[in-house]
């Protein structure tokens, strides 16, 4: 009797708590802390550190998820705003890092572009939203100006990476929101085409002294690595080939934990961050791979569902992209890692050893619980 | 409620897009299993092979450090290759302590080593080769090898280190290499991340840097640490699993680095820290025209080649708890009361300010009384009637007491601050310390008691003889010296003239082209170099330099560092520590000023009785090529 009142007197604490999607967190917290173990072989302060930056984006998360989804489309504008003027203000007075300007110091150093992988989605969730009913054509075009305008910023830094992330989550949200596909379809074309002309000549288009429109040098110098990593041994190739031989050796069930040898012979670098998965997969192999993606399935076909059945089409669009985004991190990751598409930093969610992901990732989890929370209380 | 708003067909569109973007996530899902399938199953083999047998790694070679090389091509600083006994831990098959007491019955490592390698071996990477022992000898290498089958993953290498043939001799201004650790590690990296080489990937930075064994930790070493580390070299080889090196796959050769020319004349060095003898002290000689710093004497002084492989404990605790303090680099951050040699400076100021013509003259009782306090004169009953040029050469106290308070503190910093005064020089050695140019805001900010902030007019008396809050270093009274010399053309001081490119052998001045001129009237510089020169004829230089076959212009002085609060100075009564500094600054030949020079002798007593006789045979070498009787003949290191 008494701990039963106990129980009911906490119970406030996972109210609204989707069940199945922490029980699916859980599992991959868990599964990413054991990797960063190993990963992080021994040195325990940065084990602490990461143990401690995944309690904070579960406290984010938990925090998010009792904030009524109403609320958030309320400050959607101002957020989008507010993350603009920063990345200005980046542009401006902006702390410079490797020849990248993309950090603002505000007596704690930002990374403003990060904030926008949010606002993006929020902002045009919220400006679909109040055309509701009656979308029409030029709408989608003032979308992609507000859509443009931070990737622009975020481009120039530059931050290719970031810049595709925070795109690809405002893109979800205004193909959601009904994008003809008689639009899409022709770019995806070009660009599957371009694809296949850079694999079939891409001896001839990277080959010394040729530069190529548009892109910097060292952009193209990473499509180059990825059609032929052995082609810079030492340098960009490096880690995507050590990846790969980690990744090959693992074979079927993997070497054991702690066991990776290419990983714990310092061949891969970056090995808790953005490299983290062929430590992984070294070590669990094949069905360890299996396991993790069956788990990152689960994670975004519930998200998916969340927001199929959202009470409106704000938290049905950003619930959509939230989901989506967390898809294209784990992909474009394990595709990087695996040596399918070229390196850009970006992140295994919520394994990658780092602070400001998830935080973002926490809150978008926390947004998908509210938006879950929201349709549970309408029908109540 | 909600619900309301929404229109049944964007719903709709939304769920079937839902659909379309779970088929499009199931399908990328499956086309990642694919590759995972394809690199683990089908390619299995082959990556297994490339993991297991040929792990490939990455080894850096070492660049060999710049030698520093004075202004007549002597060298100072070099390298020499030597044995070292290396231990690649991913290649060892058994806890390392272990290993570390077995290897110690073939070869001696002393705890000292012990310490090192421990220290160096956190943080390092497994398949890094760390020194347990350096500079073993033929015979320990003869004896390791022929065990070597019973050690995997140690390895006897040659590796450079450094050399200073000629040991203690300029030892704080070439300063020193050590083993690099961790903090040196950071700050590599740093330095790495700062720089927009774009071949500076992540993954390759840590690896640029952790062939760096040895790092300037002080000094010219520590200052010019870039230039004469160089560029590793790496090579991408093949290893086994036990972290042998197989074959070769690739590799980058290291570029040598650059070569320093000095400024500084070493034989010049070596004459002067015999002067110095068993005494403490700071010089700087400059050759006025350039800015070049000919001589750089801080003694006591220190063995820099102690430091090469770890300073041993016993060693370090002595040099540090010394209270003669020889690792102090005292003309770098040493600060003294510059005492008369104030004096010549303090003139211009008058004669620039228009608070004094060079006629103008006092009549000097022994004292001067200011308020209820007397300042006295060294000579009791005073020196009689002096103007300008005799209140230089006698080195009168009162014609500069009552200057300063004429003059008042303002126009005497403001002046003083212009000739390097409290100010940094700029020297290219890093760890220069400012001193203290007295003025109102100084005295308001270094007080944290407000009753002491304020600026009394008592305060600016004892300022016109160079005691009171005056502190300056050597080099700043040296480079004032250099600047009145020089016209009021300012010259950055510098030790390095010259950098040689180790591949080219193009040499590349440091020496800065931008110079201020002070706008000095040449009238009034002449009055002053008058009276400095009437200082080495009948004035208080006119003993240690007698017969001196140039013109030089000088200025003794002898600052107090205790108080004595008006009591009589007894030099054998008060502790050694205490007693005055001897100080002297002189410029030669005076009429076409070529050198300038300032010098402190610590607790010696007066400037003209310590410090002028030093001057003296420096400038008789310099001007006349003279070696003074009792001090070594020079002898080039083989």
């Given at each position: 009797m008494e701990n039963r009142s106990v129980v009911k007197r906490l119970s406030f604490l996972w109210q609204g708590l989707d069940p199945s999607l922490a029980i699916i967190l859980l599992c991959l917290v868990v599964v990413g802390n054991i990797t960063f173990l190993s990963a992080s072989s021994g040195t325990v302060v940065s084990w602490v550190e990461q143990s401690r930056n995944l309690a904070t984006a579960l406290i984010i998360m938990w925090v998010t998820s009792r904030i009524p989804i109403k609320w958030l489309e309320k400050i959607s504008l101002w957020v989008y705003l507010v993350g603009v003027a920063l990345l200005v203000a980046v542009a401006i007075f902006g702390l410079i890092k490797k020849g990248a300007r993309r950090w603002l110091n505000i007596g704690v150093v930002i990374q403003p572009s990060e904030i926008m992988k949010i606002a993006m989605p929020m902002m045009l969730a919220w400006y679909f939203h109040k055309k509701d009913g009656m979308v029409k054509l030029q709408d989608f075009f003032v979308a992609f100006c507000l859509l443009l305008l931070p990737i622009f910023l975020i481009a120039r830094q530059p931050d290719l990476g970031t810049a595709i992330l925070v795109f690809a989550a405002g893109f979800y949200v205004i193909l959601f929101a009904g994008f003809p596909w008689k639009f899409v379809l022709p770019f995806a074309v070009i660009a599957l085409l371009g694809i296949v002309l850079i694999v079939i000549f891409g001896d001839a288009i990277c080959a010394k002294g040729v530069t190529w429109p548009l892109l910097k040098s060292y952009q193209q110098h990473r499509v180059c690595t990825l059609l032929d990593p052995s082609s810079d041994p030492l340098g960009k190739g490096f880690h995507t080939l050590q990846s790969m031989i980690a990744i090959g050796s693992g074979g079927l069930f993997g070497k054991g934990w702690m066991k990776g040898t290419q990983t714990h012979l310092e061949f891969i670098p970056e090995k808790h961050t953005d490299f983290i998965f062929a430590v992984y997969s070294e070590e669990f192999g094949l069905f360890g791979n299996l396991v993790l993606i069956i788990l990152f399935f689960l994670l975004i076909q519930r998200g998916l569902q969340i927001a199929a059945s959202a009470p409106n089409l704000y938290s049905r669009l950003l619930g959509g992209s939230v989901t989506l985004i967390f898809f294209t991190y784990a992909f474009v990751n394990m595709a990087m890692v695996s040596g399918l598409l070229p390196v850009v930093g970006v992140p295994l969610p919520f394994i990658s050893y780092g602070g400001t992901a998830l935080t973002t990732l926490g809150f978008g989890v926390g947004i998908l619980m509210s938006i879950n929370r929201g349709r549970r209380l309408i029908q109540t | 409620m909600a619900r309301q708003n929404d229109s049944y067909s964007s719903l709709e569109t939304f769920q079937s897009r839902i659909q379309i973007a779970l088929w499009f996530v199931m399908i990328c899902l499956f086309i990642l299993f694919f590759r995972f399938f394809w690199l683990q199953v089908v390619k299995h083999t082959k990556y297994s092979t490339a993991s297991e047998s040929n792990r490939i790694a990455i080894i850096t070679t070492q660049s060999q450090r710049g030698l520093i090389i004075d202004r007549n091509g002597i060298v100072i600083a070099r390298n020499f290759p030597?044995?070292?006994?290396?231990?690649?831990?991913?290649?060892?098959?058994?806890?390392?302590?272990?290993?570390?007491?077995?290897?110690?019955?073939?070869?001696?490592?002393?705890?000292?080593?012990?310490?090192?390698f421990y220290r160096s071996l956190q943080g390092a990477k497994k398949t890094e080769s760390i020194a347990l022992r350096n500079f073993l000898n033929d015979e320990e290498v003869a004896r390791f090898m022929s065990r070597r089958y019973a050690f995997p993953g140690v390895e006897v290498q040659v590796r450079y280190f450094r050399e200073y043939p000629y040991q203690e001799l300029g030892a704080h201004l070439i300063g020193y290499t050590g083993r690099v650790s961790q903090k040196d590690r950071e700050k590599l990296l740093a330095e790495l991340e700062e720089s927009s080489d774009e071949t500076n990937s992540d993954e390759l930075r840590p690896i640029k840097i952790k062939g760096i064994q040895q790092v300037g930790k002080i000094g010219l070493e520590q200052s010019y640490e870039k230039e004469l580390r160089g560029t590793l070299g790496y090579s991408q080889v093949e290893i086994t699993a036990g972290g042998r090196v197989v074959r070769n796959l690739s590799s980058t050769a290291p570029i040598a680095g650059s070569n320093l020319s000095l400024a500084v004349d070493i034989k010049l060095q070596y004459l002067m820290e015999h002067l110095y003898s068993k005494r403490r002290g700071a010089a700087v000689v400059i050759e006025v025209s350039t800015g070049d710093v000919l001589a750089f004497v801080s003694m006591p002084t220190?063995?820099?080649?102690?430091?090469?492989?770890?300073?041993?404990?016993?060693?370090?605790?002595?040099?540090?708890?010394?209270?003669?303090?020889?690792?102090?680099?005292?003309?770098?951050?040493?600060?003294?009361?510059?005492?008369?040699?104030?004096?010549?400076?303090?003139?211009?100021?008058?004669?620039?300010?228009?608070?004094?013509?060079?006629?103008?003259?006092?009549?000097?009782?022994?004292?001067?009384?200011?308020?209820?306090?007397?300042?006295?004169?060294?000579?009791?009953?005073?020196?009689?009637?002096?103007?300008?040029?005799?209140?230089?050469?006698?080195?009168?106290?009162?014609?500069?007491?009552?200057?300063?308070?004429?003059?008042?503190?303002?126009?005497?910093?403001?002046?003083?601050?212009?000739?390097?005064?409290?100010?940094?020089?700029?020297?290219?050695?890093?760890?220069?310390?400012?001193?203290?140019?007295?003025?109102?805001?100084?005295?308001?900010?270094?007080?944290?008691?407000?009753?002491?902030?304020?600026?009394?007019?008592?305060?600016?008396?004892?300022?016109?003889?160079?005691?009171?809050?005056?502190?300056?270093?050597?080099?700043?009274?040296?480079?004032?010296?250099?600047?009145?010399?020089?016209?009021?053309?300012?010259?950055?001081?510098?030790?390095?003239?010259?950098?040689?490119?180790?591949i080219t052998h193009q040499k590349s001045l440091t020496v800065p082209s931008e110079?201020?001129?002070?706008?000095?009237?040449?009238?009034?510089?002449?009055?002053?170099?008058?009276?400095?020169?009437?200082?080495?004829?009948?004035?208080?230089?006119?003993?240690?330099?007698?017969?001196?076959?140039?013109?030089?212009?000088?200025?003794?002085?002898?600052?107090?560092?205790?108080?004595?609060?008006?009591?009589?100075?007894?030099?054998?009564?008060?502790?050694?520590?205490?007693?005055?500094?001897?100080?002297?600054?002189?410029?030669?030949?005076?009429?076409?000023?070529?050198?300038?020079?300032?010098?402190?002798?610590?607790?010696?007593?007066?400037?003209?009785?310590?410090?002028?006789?030093?001057?003296?045979?420096?400038?008789?070498?310099?001007?006349?090529?003279?070696?003074?009787?009792?001090?070594?003949?020079?002898?080039?290191?083989?």
């Open positions: - | 030597s044995y070292s006994l290396e231990i690649t831990p991913a290649g060892v098959n058994q806890p390392i302590e272990e290993l570390v007491t077995s290897l110690n019955t073939v070869i001696k490592i002393s705890n000292k080593d012990r310490q090192n220190y063995n820099p080649n102690a430091f090469i492989d770890g300073i041993d404990a016993d060693l370090w605790k002595k040099l540090n708890d010394s209270p003669e303090k020889p690792l102090f680099n005292r003309p770098l951050r040493g600060t003294y009361p510059p005492g008369s040699t104030f004096k010549p400076f303090m003139a211009l100021a008058a004669l620039e300010g228009k608070f004094r013509t060079p006629e103008q003259g006092i009549s000097d009782p022994g004292y001067f009384k200011f308020g209820n306090t007397t300042f006295r004169d060294d000579a009791v009953n005073g020196h009689g009637f002096v103007n300008m040029r005799q209140s230089i050469a006698v080195s009168c106290d009162t014609y500069y007491y009552i200057l300063a308070r004429d003059m008042g503190i303002n126009a005497i910093s403001a002046f003083m601050k212009d000739l390097g005064f409290g100010q940094i020089s700029g020297i290219d050695i890093n760890g220069e310390v400012r001193g203290i140019l007295p003025s109102k805001e100084w005295k308001k900010a270094y007080y944290s008691d407000p009753s002491k902030q304020a600026w009394g007019e008592g305060d600016t008396i004892s300022i016109g003889i160079g005691q009171g809050y005056n502190s300056y270093t050597i080099l700043q009274l040296a480079q004032a010296t250099a600047i009145i010399a020089n016209q009021g053309v300012v010259m950055r001081p510098h030790l390095v003239k010259m950098i040689e490119d180790p110079t201020t001129r002070l706008n000095i009237k040449k009238e009034n510089l002449a009055v002053i170099t008058d009276g400095m020169i009437g200082v080495n004829q009948s004035g208080t230089g006119r003993v240690p330099f007698a017969g001196v076959k140039y013109p030089v212009a000088g200025k003794t002085g002898t600052a107090q560092v205790f108080s004595l609060g008006g009591k009589q100075y007894n030099a054998g009564a008060i502790s050694e520590f205490k007693r005055d500094h001897a100080l002297y600054i002189a410029f030669a030949p005076a009429d076409k000023p070529k050198y300038a020079l300032a010098l402190v002798v610590e607790n010696a007593g007066f400037g003209a009785t310590a410090a002028a006789p030093i001057a003296r045979q420096t400038l008789d070498y310099l001007m006349l090529n003279t070696w003074p009787e009792g001090v070594p003949a020079w002898k080039t290191a083989p």
